[in-house]
Nanobody, 113 residues
């Protein structure tokens, strides 16, 4: 069984920055993909960024140039550096890994205008 513990969410003004962290623990052998999703109130969960074990990254168009995903394989941890935050970035951010498919509990990010 694998557990994900997220941290780093909070309240920030527009234009500010936050860094999210997600640490995996438990029965981990080799995590391929680590990713961040988010869900705004009244909207579906959407992919924000993902990174493979080889370091390949993919970003949603809405965050390209502002967010950076990275990972520390030795620590089984994935990070999301968020800069130039906008009110529309507000939502619950979820960490995701595979294999095995595991979701974090979510951390709230609120960007005030």
């Amino acid at each position: 069984q694998v557990q994900l513990v997220e941290s780093g969410g909070g309240l920030v003004q527009a234009g500010g920055s936050l860094t999210l962290s997600c640490a995996a623990s438990g029965r981990i052998f080799s995590i391929n993909t680590m990713a961040w999703y988010r869900q705004a109130p009244g909207k579906q969960r959407e992919s924000v960024a993902r990174i493979t074990s080889g370091g390949s990254t993919n970003y949603a168009d809405s965050v390209k140039g502002r967010f950076t995903i990275s990972r520390d394989n030795a620590k089984n941890t994935v990070y999301l550096q968020m800069n130039s935050l906008k009110p529309e970035d507000t939502g619950v951010y979820y960490c995701y890994i595979t294999p095995p498919i595991t979701w974090g509990q979510g951390t709230q990010v609120t960007v005030s205008s």
